[in-house]
């Protein structure tokens, strides 16, 4: 037993000694090892693209007081229409006076300048680069202008990958030659390139090992979308600065965006610095999966970076960090003439004890630590005094960590959160029926124990709505979300949830498939799965009515419609709009004004969205008695797809394919023992629409031919003793819409019929 007791007794303290080193690492910083210089750490804004960022969300993304993110570069889009040009200058300069570095990327040249005249794809002309070089220092000079002169600008954003929105191929040789050309005259101006989707070096290598090309090059920018991230000892040897421009994770769904990936995001960057980038940039400061959240909050992942930026500002140096080799946990260190930052990274999952060495110090004897976890968010832990060049300190598990002799921007030690009170839940009627009711937002209750409450952020259902305590605002029907998060004076948070529900006491809704309505024959019904009913119509390319409708039926889609309560409409449609090119329908009820139903959010998805005049901040209502309506939707471009339509005084937002359209006309069953219909396709029938003539091909071959009205009912009727492929019919029909049905023993198929 002895023997045992005395076996087992050695084994725990062998047990104990692994546990103390599994749980204890040293990290030695040496303040004389210099590596590069660090320019920043940043985001993108594109108000071109997505809502611009307001007064408040600049100071809360490039502020460096508690409770915002300290970012010091912002990187704006180079617009190709110089008309657009003022759309990035109101971030920018908030920005500048901020202090921040900013920086232009170009993501197409003028389509007139291009290959193929479009905004995505083709190539620059090389007899228009010195046009080109004119937008790039019209556009610089332009935003010198108005307050936000650049730092730096991009000759090309992601040159070397194929894409499907605004973009431009380059090879080396080109992006050489404009170089060559033109790069002496971005004098006061810094040129970024090549800012390839990957780093790949083949591209900036070419650039750099070309001595003419090479002198007009300040930056060597680029990406790391799946590849790309390691050192460039051949930019550095030519005096370049590396940066690494844009990067983004967990924009598949909001659900995606964990601490966990938010603490890779520490790692990716504790990566970049330590391949000697000398800044970082972000993609959309603000986003659901970005630095803030469409709520208007600063996101884990914003939490992360300002454990970076807000204490390693540029003119900071990167100085050697050398942890011991145990896995998860990595460290990279800064300095300037006074300071002396360190960042930790910890990817265990238990905390670990740290012993920290600094060689040639400066005369650094304090640090304050400040930590960022899946509960805390760049929270003071307190201050540590360093002895003899040395000290110990334990880093949260899963956590980021920094230890800087600068911590006024972190907030204060031992801060006790504030508490926010959104009011109770509130449930009303509409009883005026405009589809909304005034609602009061009241946050004034909310207390901080300790100190100040200096920012109320308002959400309504994920939205930001606004930073005042209290918010008047006009409320939809149904039922939804508002949170109220604020913050303290020490940048600690803390969110409370209102439910708010608006009753409709109104009861119609109308819905209507656009190939079932009076479909002009500019128009072309096309099949797709995913549509409702299978079916959509747009026009043909090129057809466009960019300037005003027209009144000739052939370009209209009509649909009559009844309503029996008076009140206020509102009409949705379930569309595609790819792009801000193809964005837009015209649309008219009854006799009113025609609404020019523009700025369709962007989407190569099927999505809903009701009508507006001329932008989404001027939503129409109809005010309709009682009876019968007709409303006319008439084409403006000609990418834009309608599949569906929904008319309604309930005020509820449509989703998905929505309910069955009761108008459609029924095709009548040929065979109940024939298999299902086969795809349109197979069969052709020409021309569509018709007048008095109309040719059918079927490559299978048929033996039954049918010409069936809107209504259902058999109009023509034609059997075969063996089957036809071809036939040409002479027609004698009233304008509207057919369906002409083909059968044989083994299938069937049916297509529409437009008949002028």
Request: some cysteine; proline content about 6%; charged content about 20%.
């Given at each position: 037993m002895k023997k045992t007791e005395k076996r087992y007794l050695g084994i725990c303290i062998v047990l104990l000694g692994l546990t103390r080193l599994v749980n204890a690492q040293s990290v030695t910083i040496d303040m004389d090892s210099v590596y590069q210089s660090i320019s920043g750490f940043g985001g993108v804004n594109m108000p071109g693209w997505i809502e611009d960022l307001s007064e408040d969300l600049v100071d809360k993304a490039f502020g460096n007081d508690p409770g915002q993110i300290g970012l010091t570069i912002l990187r704006i889009r180079v617009p190709n229409d110089t008309t657009q040009f003022y759309r990035e200058v109101p971030t920018a300069v908030l920005a500048k006076n901020q202090g921040v570095t900013i920086m232009g990327s170009p993501w197409s040249p003028p389509a007139s300048l291009k290959s193929n005249n479009n905004l995505v794809g083709g190539y620059l002309l090389p007899e228009n680069y010195g046009a080109y070089a004119d937008h790039l220092l019209g556009f610089a000079t332009y935003m010198n202008n108005n307050g936000a002169s650049l730092h730096s600008i991009s000759i090309q954003n992601e040159p070397d990958v194929q894409v499907d929105y605004e973009s431009c191929d380059w090879y080396a040789s080109q992006m050489i030659e404009f170089l060559e050309e033109q790069g002496s005259r971005f004098d006061t101006l810094k040129i970024i390139a090549p800012e390839s989707f990957q780093f790949r070096r083949p591209l900036s290598d070419s650039i750099l090992n070309d001595p003419e090309a090479e002198q007009h090059v300040d930056i060597i920018g680029g990406h790391i979308y799946g590849g790309g991230l390691f050192d460039y000892p051949l930019a550095r040897e030519q005096g370049k600065e590396v940066?690494?421009?844009?990067?983004?994770?967990?924009?598949?769904?909001?659900?995606?965006?964990?601490?966990?990936?938010?603490?890779?995001?520490?790692t990716e960057i504790t990566d970049c610095m330590k391949a000697n980038f000398n800044a970082y940039v972000w993609w959309y400061i603000r986003r659901f999966y970005g630095l803030i959240t469409d709520d208007g909050n600063i996101s884990k992942k914003g939490y992360v970076i300002s454990q970076f930026t807000k204490f390693i500002r540029p003119g900071a140096v990167r100085v050697n960090a050398i942890p011991d080799a145990l896995p998860g946990v990595d460290a990279t260190a800064y300095k300037t003439d006074t300071s002396l930052i360190i960042v930790v990274v910890n990817n265990n999952s238990t905390e670990v004890s740290l012993d920290f060495t600094i060689q040639n110090n400066s005369g650094i004897d304090t640090l304050t630590q400040l930590t960022t976890s899946e509960t805390k968010n760049v929270e003071n832990q307190g201050g540590i005094s360093i002895t003899a060049d040395a000290f110990s300190a334990t880093v949260d598990s899963k956590s980021i960590t920094t230890?800087?002799?600068?911590?006024?921007?972190?907030?204060?030690?031992?801060?006790?959160?504030?508490?926010?009170?959104?009011?109770?839940?509130?449930?009303?009627?509409d009883l005026d029926g405009n589809s909304v009711d005034t609602i009061l937002l009241d946050g004034s209750g909310s207390t901080d124990s300790d100190g100040t409450i200096i920012n109320y952020s308002w959400s309504f259902n994920g939205q930001h709505l606004g930073w005042e305590d209290s918010i008047i605002f006009a409320a939809p029907i149904?039922?939804?979300?508002?949170?109220?998060?604020?913050?303290?004076?020490?940048?600690?948070?803390?969110?409370?949830?209102?439910?708010?529900?608006?009753?409709?006491?109104?009861?119609?809704?109308?819905?209507?498939?656009?190939?079932?309505?009076?479909v002009g024959s500019t128009w072309e019904i096309h099949s797709d799965n995913n549509a409702s009913n299978g079916e959509y119509i747009t026009t043909p390319a090129g057809t466009e009515l960019i300037d005003g409708p027209s009144s000739d039926p052939a370009d209209q889609l009509v649909i009559s419609f009844q309503v029996d309560e008076i009140g206020l409409y509102k009409v949705w449609g379930r569309v595609i709009t790819p792009n801000a090119n193809d964005d837009s329908f015209w649309v008219q009820v009854d006799a009113s004004s025609w609404a020019m139903w523009n700025s369709i959010p962007a989407s190569s998805a099927w999505h809903w969205d009701d009508?507006?005049?001329?932008?989404?901040?001027?939503?129409?209502?109809?005010?309709?008695?009682?009876?019968?309506?007709?409303?006319?939707?008439?084409?403006?471009?000609?990418?834009?797809?309608?599949?569906?339509?929904?008319?309604?005084?309930?005020?509820?937002?449509?989703?998905?394919?929505?309910?069955?359209?009761?108008?459609?006309?029924?095709?009548?069953?040929?065979?109940?023992?024939?298999?299902?219909?086969?795809?349109?396709?197979?069969?052709?029938?020409?021309?569509?629409?018709?007048?008095?003539?109309?040719h059918i091909n079927w490559s299978i071959g048929y033996t039954t031919l049918m010409l069936v009205g809107i209504d259902g009912r058999t109009m023509f009727q034609k059997d075969y003793a063996a089957p036809v492929q071809n036939v040409s019919l002479d027609m004698n029909l009233e304008s509207g819409m057919y369906f002409i049905l083909l059968s044989n023993k083994e299938t069937r198929v049916v297509s529409k019929l437009i008949i002028e």
């Open positions: 940066w690494m421009t844009e990067h983004l994770t967990g924009s598949s769904s909001p659900e995606a965006n964990t601490w966990l990936l938010a603490l890779a995001l520490s230890f800087t002799s600068h911590a006024g921007m972190g907030g204060k030690f031992n801060n006790v959160p504030p508490v926010a009170y959104a009011g109770e839940d509130i449930e009303v009627d149904g039922e939804h979300v508002a949170v109220l998060t604020v913050t303290d004076d020490d940048g600690a948070t803390h969110s409370d949830t209102l439910n708010i529900i608006i009753n409709t006491i109104f009861n119609t809704a109308l819905w209507f498939e656009s190939e079932c309505g009076q009508v507006h005049d001329g932008g989404n901040d001027n939503p129409v209502d109809y005010d309709l008695e009682a009876g019968e309506h007709t409303l006319r939707i008439c084409y403006r471009e000609d990418g834009a797809l309608l599949d569906k339509i929904y008319i309604s005084n309930t005020g509820i937002i449509p989703t998905g394919l929505g309910e069955v359209d009761e108008t459609c006309p029924d095709i009548p069953d040929l065979d109940n023992s024939a298999k299902p219909f086969n795809e349109l396709q197979e069969m052709r029938l020409y021309p569509n629409p018709a007048s008095d003539k109309i």
